[in-house]
Each structure stands twice: as C-alpha cells, then as structure tokens.
C-alpha cells in the first residue's frame, strides 16, 4: 500500500471515529447539545483535526444521517422486488418506511432534523451531494414500481412524470413523520393510531390517481387483509414480540370501514 493510500484509510478511520463518538454523544446528551469541541476532546484529538473532516457541526450531522440508508434502502428494495401487483408494492414502501422510523427513532429524528433548511444549507456542497448520491437507491425502487405499473395500464399518469406521481406519497408520508415526532400535537387532535390514518390516506391518493386494482376505503377488513400479508411476507422480524408498537400504530381497531 503507498504513502497516499494509507493516508486515505487513515483518514477515513479517524472519521469513523467522529462519527461514532457523535453518535453516542448525542443519544447521551440530546442532539442539540452536540458541541465540536466536546466532541474532539471525548476524541482525543485537536478540534482543528476534527474541521479537518468536517466544515461545520451541520456538515457532521449530514454525514451521521447519511450512515444508516443503507438499512432503509433495503427495505424499499424488498417492496420493489415482491411480487405483487404495483399497487400493492407501492403499499408496502410506505409500509416499509414507517416500520424503519419506529425500529431506529432516534436515527429517524436525526434525518428530520438534517433535512430542516437551517442545518442542510449550512453543511457543505459535499456533504449535501454525498447524502443525496447515498439515498438515490430509495427513489430508484419507487421509481421501478411506477415504471411497472405504467407499463403494466396499473395507471395513467396523465402526464405526470414518474417523480411526480410518487411526490404526493412522498409528502404525506414526511409530514406524518413529522406531527409524530413533535410531542403531543396529535394527541391535542385526537388522532391515537397516526400511521394508520396516513396509510388509509394512501389508499385514498392511490384510488384518485386510479391506480389499479382500486381500495374500497369503507373496507377495512381489506386494508387489514393487505397490511397483514406485507408483514408476513416481507417484513416477518417486525413481530409483535420485537417491536410491540409497529402492528398497534398501523392497523385499525377494529376490521370495520372508516366512517369519516
């Protein structure tokens, strides 16, 4: 190995470390108390050697949220890779993405945090670039479904590219993230089961975008059937004995239709 190369493998050693210590810093101490300082110091390095890895304490939080899509990319490619009709496919993306943010909260409310316009415009182009190019794959295997469905007269995109047809899913799946992450403001709504109320959503945007075969909302015994076999067979470790919540949020109380 040369000179320039083991410099390299160093480099990227020594980031690692930050990187990991950052982590358990921040599930010690809370995220917004993260110092780069502190950080250097816990360390053992200069904090000059740690601006050396990254331009700002936003830059290092790209980094550290970018760390774990690999797990996330997984999942959505098992629900591109099922078969199953598209549309059935497209439910279960939605599916898989809620299952992530309850089985890795903290790294979920780290990713949130990142995408907020105060720490994403402050990380460098590199960083921003690299977490972009990271996460590419989960809009690829959204990408593949709709391709399939447009292919296979599932729907009419009516113009629409493929980008935008999956905007709206995209949309209300991050903003239901959101109101579940920020304590007790849908509790004040009255809204006990989130996930269920933005999978029902989904089956509402799905049937106007009429995509096929359509989901008779009033039918709840349906919704749950689907539910049930995207659990069984492609998500079988998210079990009610290893993550008692992830059935309770996403299922209905009982098997009857929604009234609202």
């Not at 950052?22 to 360390?43: F, T, V």
């Not at 945007?205 to 009429?210: A, I």
Request: hydrophobic share 45%; glycine share 6%.
């Amino acid at each position: 190995m040369g000179i320039q190369e083991r410099k390299q493998r160093q480099l990227a050693e020594r980031e690692q470390v930050f990187l990991d210590r950052a982590w358990i810093m921040i599930q010690r101490d809370g995220l917004l108390n993260l110092q780069m300082a502190r950080l250097a110091a816990e360390c053992d390095y200069a904090v000059g050697t740690l601006y050396q890895h990254f331009s700002s304490k936003e830059d290092l939080l790209v980094a550290l949220a970018a760390r774990r899509t690999g797990e996330r990319i997984e999942l959505f490619n098992r629900a591109a890779a099922w078969q199953a009709p598209s549309r059935s496919r497209m439910f279960a993306v939605m599916i898989a993405d809620v299952l992530f943010a309850q089985r890795a909260p903290d790294f979920f409310r780290l990713a949130q945090y990142v995408s907020t316009h105060a720490v994403w415009a402050a990380a460098s182009p590199e960083r921003r670039s690299a977490a972009i190019e990271g996460s590419r794959p989960l809009g690829d295997a959204v990408h593949r479904i709709i391709d399939d469905a447009i292919a296979a007269g599932d729907i009419d995109n009516q113009g629409l590219t493929v980008r935008e047809l999956c905007g709206g899913l995209w949309a209300m799946s991050v903003g239901m993230h959101t109101l579940v992450s920020a304590d007790g403001v849908l509790e004040s709504q009255c809204v006990p089961r989130p996930y269920q109320l933005l999978l029902h959503q989904a089956h509402a945007l799905l049937n106007g975008l009429g995509w096929q075969p359509l989901m008779p909302l009033r039918d709840g015994a349906a919704q749950q059937q689907l539910l049930e076999q995207i659990m069984r067979e492609l998500f079988p470790e998210f079990s009610t004995v290893a993550t008692p919540a992830a059935l309770s949020l996403l299922s209905s109380s009982s098997g009857e239709g929604r009234d609202e």
